[in-house]
């Protein structure tokens, strides 16, 4: 039986990463005892098994066979300054030196929340979580409770989080049998303005809410069609439903986030990530009209807490990471983002590989499909094993990316980090064309 290039590369990379990392296979066995699949972490698992990763610093990472990578992912985005940048762990260590989390308001969280409110128009109060998710959980019951509706639309292939009610229409196999849907959720697909007005119509006065990424992360750095946003915009303002811009990944595209450089204005917002400096955060805001609703003794109050919200820790973290990041910083990681992504397509189109590249700012992704990418079908319909065979085909060239081919940069990437995963790609689209 004939097998196809993809296959054929991968099986030759996976013979090749299994030689490499005994020691993570020995750490998977280990895990599989402990942690159901293996892993404590749905989004860090591919197969054969998982690199463990015993150092980091700046963009190195070591794991604990001795193999050295250069990070293009940054947990997800979020270590923008890199790994253990000084300007982050001094003052981490001296936050937690001088306050350990405690039962009350502490030193950071005011000067966190005026940073962000100075970068952000659209805020003017915001509530911080622990994570995400968190945050999107939020969002979605200050609009419930502030509209009094209780149906949320979202995009098919939208990920908001380990939400139950985000997480409907994921992917195909997200919402099996047996969870019930805990609240009205409706789902159009990503760039369909005709498709959101459909839904609105058809909600009537029942629809609280829109939910989106201002550029869909998960599946695969999806670019908005401006139409798209300006439906979104002007359509849930003509319905009363508010328009809430999940920039938990893309608040790296500047300054204030997405949502400035695509000229957004949503009604609630939701953060992660680079706020925390590498530390669990998240968070929530909006005006003050609508985040209200979570003060105590507000009129429709809604309860919005967490042990770990706003520890001096992670406040202090995320302070020295928007401190690193001004108008020069943002555009270096443009820069340095623009010359992966020519980089990519210039290799793909050199060898005929079947694939392409989507990208914005510091974000980019190969997709190994030659469909339009205008949502998340497509992307969800290209070669797994392409994919696959990529993603270890780069891992065993000392490149540490996305299991769906996502790169991020960071302010301490250098050019020469980008060739050298040019470089590495390039071998590996020339095998799989």
Not at 205 to 229: H, K, N, Q, S, W
Not at 255 to 271: F, K, M, N, S
Request: charged share 20%; proline share 5%.
């Amino acid at each position: 039986m004939l097998t196809t290039p993809a296959v054929q590369v991968l099986e030759r990379e996976r013979a090749v990463y299994e030689r490499r990392t005994p020691t993570s296979r020995d750490r998977y066995a280990r895990a599989q005892a402990v942690f159901p699949g293996g892993d404590t972490r749905a989004a860090t698992f591919y197969l054969p098994y998982p690199a463990t990763i015993a150092e980091t610093a700046g963009t190195r990472l070591v794991d604990v066979d001795g193999n050295e990578y250069v990070d293009f992912l940054f947990n997800y985005t979020s270590m923008i300054v890199g790994h253990a940048h000084p300007a982050v762990t001094e003052v981490v260590g001296a936050a937690f030196s001088r306050t350990t989390p405690v039962a009350a308001p502490v030193l950071g969280q005011v000067e966190l929340a005026e940073e962000i409110v100075r970068r952000v128009p659209s805020i003017e109060q915001l509530r911080f979580t622990n994570s995400g998710t968190e945050a999107t959980m939020g969002a979605t019951r200050i609009a419930r409770a502030a509209t009094g509706r209780d149906i949320v639309i979202k995009t098919i292939g939208g990920y908001h989080g380990s939400f139950p009610d985000l997480d409907y229409w994921l992917r195909p196999d997200a919402y099996p049998a047996g969870i019930p849907e805990t609240s009205p959720i409706r789902v159009i697909h990503y760039n369909d303005p005709d498709a959101l007005e459909a839904v609105l119509g058809d909600c009537g006065d029942r629809c609280a809410a829109l939910i989106i990424e201002p550029v869909m992360g998960t599946a695969g750095v999806i670019l908005p069609t401006e139409e798209f946003l300006q439906a979104a915009r002007e359509l849930t303002q003509a319905a009363g439903v508010l328009l809430i811009a999940d920039e938990v990944i893309t608040f790296r595209l500047g300054r204030g986030g997405a949502q400035q450089r695509l000229g957004i204005e949503p009604d609630l917002t939701t953060l992660g990530k680079v706020i925390g400096g590498g530390l669990p955060v998240g968070a929530v805001g909006g005006p003050a009209s609508l985040m209200g609703v979570l003060a105590p003794g507000a009129d429709k109050a809604v309860a919005l807490s967490g042990t770990f919200n706003g520890n001096a820790s992670t406040m202090a973290a995320g302070l020295a990471t928007l401190g690193l990041l001004d108008d020069d910083a943002y555009a270096g990681l443009d820069g340095l983002g623009a010359q992966l992504a020519a980089g990519l397509e210039a290799a793909i189109g050199r060898h005929g590989a079947p694939a392409q590249v989507t990208s914005m700012g510091s974000l980019v992704n190969v997709h190994f499909t030659t469909e339009p990418l205008i949502n998340a079908d497509a992307s969800l319909g290209a070669d797994a094993d392409a994919a696959a065979a990529f993603h270890l085909g780069l891992l065993n060239r000392g490149i540490f990316i996305a299991t769906r081919g996502m790169f991020a940069v960071s302010t301490v990437t250098t050019e020469a980090e980008v060739e050298r995963a040019v470089a590495a790609s390039s071998e590996l689209f020339e095998a799989l064309a």
